[in-house]
């Protein structure tokens, strides 16, 4: 696969590419690093968050949510989607290639440049970028999908998550969250169950050296 760099403020980082196959069409994705196996993701955690971008390594749970996403193609073209914490892009670049309108947006201004040159190199077009803090969160909504992979680890994050579903969600619509079975997502699950949304899960096999990793995907209504 092809590497190229990318000039930050905190200098210099090289990025790789991944080709994902989703049914009779290709992407090409670059990113930091792969964090796929679960060794991968606690030698990471421990040895080199700080220094590779977090959001911009390529995670399993992206991967699942743009399976999730190619198997409801009937449904996008035309929806309005708010993608959380894009990291690479991979789901809303998947959403956008299906014919949603994409909002993508994340806190780190790499990530978004990252997301813009995904968007170019599948040339997907009908895709926006803006930077967004959760605890300040505005948006132009509402939104008929609201999208996030692997967002639920941080606990402390999970009433403004919360918070942004039920201020941005169009009636009618759906929020999808790809985890890899955390235990840390089950709280916002269980409160936003016991507060009236409805919630379904599928759970995705993604291949990954020696083996396959699970993944869930969420499924919440209102």
Not at 73 to 83: F, H, I, S, T, W
Not at 143 to 155: E, F, K, Q, R
Request: proline share 5%.
């Amino acid at each position: 696969m092809s590497t190229t760099s990318l000039q930050t403020s905190a200098g210099e980082i090289v990025l790789h590419e991944y080709r994902l196959a989703l049914g009779e069409r290709t992407w090409s994705f670059l990113h930091t690093g792969a964090v796929l196996t679960l060794e991968e993701e606690q030698r990471f955690l421990k040895e080199e968050r700080d220094q590779l971008p977090y959001g911009v390594m390529l995670w399993p749970a992206s991967i699942a949510l743009a399976h999730e996403l190619l198997a409801r193609a009937d449904e996008l073209p035309g929806k309005r989607v708010l993608e959380l914490g894009a990291g690479t892009g991979v789901p809303g670049l998947v959403a956008a290639s299906l014919g949603a309108h994409v909002l993508q947006t994340d806190r780190s201004d790499v990530a978004l440049h990252v997301c813009a040159m995904n968007a170019e190199r599948n040339r997907v077009a009908r895709v926006e970028r803006r930077n967004a803090d959760w605890e300040r969160f505005e948006s132009d909504g509402p939104y008929d999908l609201i999208l996030g992979s692997d967002v639920l680890y941080a606990t402390t994050l999970h009433p403004r998550l919360r918070a942004i579903c039920e201020a941005h969600l169009a009636p009618g619509g759906r929020v999808l969250f790809s985890d890899p079975f955390r235990e840390q997502s089950l709280p916002l699950l269980e409160a936003m169950e016991a507060s009236g949304w409805r919630a379904s899960l599928a759970k995705w096999s993604i291949e990954v050296p020696h083996g396959q990793r699970s993944i869930a995907v969420y499924d919440l209504t209102r």
